[in-house]
Nanobody
Framework: QVQLVESGGGLVQAGDSLRLSCVASGRTFSSKAMGWFRQAPGKEREFVAAISRGGFSTYYGDSVKGRFSISRDNAKNTVALQMNSLKPEDTAVYYC???????????????????WGQGTQVTVSS
């Protein structure tokens, strides 16, 4: 079992920055690809970013490329999402997710992630 706990959400203005963190339980964090997703009311869960087990490969959704950055610290069992130049359309609940499949491809679909955090709300006002 893996438990994920997100933090760092809040209410900010357009153009501001916010940093989300996700802490994972267990001693095998470095064996898991990690991802961030978001879901706005009435919309499907959307891929935001993902990072490989060693942190050397990162992937981003088209809507956040150039503004968001994902990173991880395997010594601290954490993965972070730095969000810059926030827009009102970034408003959503943000979820951290873990993939335990040990595959060579970092997943970018929600269905490929086995474990999820409870989510943290990000609200961007215009």
């Amino acid at each position: 079992q893996v438990q994920l706990v997100e933090s760092g959400g809040g209410l900010v203005q357009a153009g501001d920055s916010l940093r989300l963190s996700c802490v994972a339980s267990g001693r095998t964090f470095s064996s898991k690809a990690m991802g961030w997703f978001r879901q706005a009311p009435g919309k499907e869960r959307e891929f935001v970013a993902a990072i490989s087990r060693g942190g050397f490969s990162t992937y981003y959704g088209d809507s956040v490329k150039g503004r968001f950055s994902i990173s991880r610290d395997n010594a601290k069992n954490t993965v972070a999402l730095q969000m810059n130049s926030l827009k009102p359309e970034d408003t959503a609940v943000y979820y951290c997710a873990a993939d335990t499949s040990l595959g060579t491809v970092v997943p970018r679909r929600a269905i490929e992630y086995e474990y999820w955090g409870q989510g943290t709300q990000v609200t961007v006002s215009s």
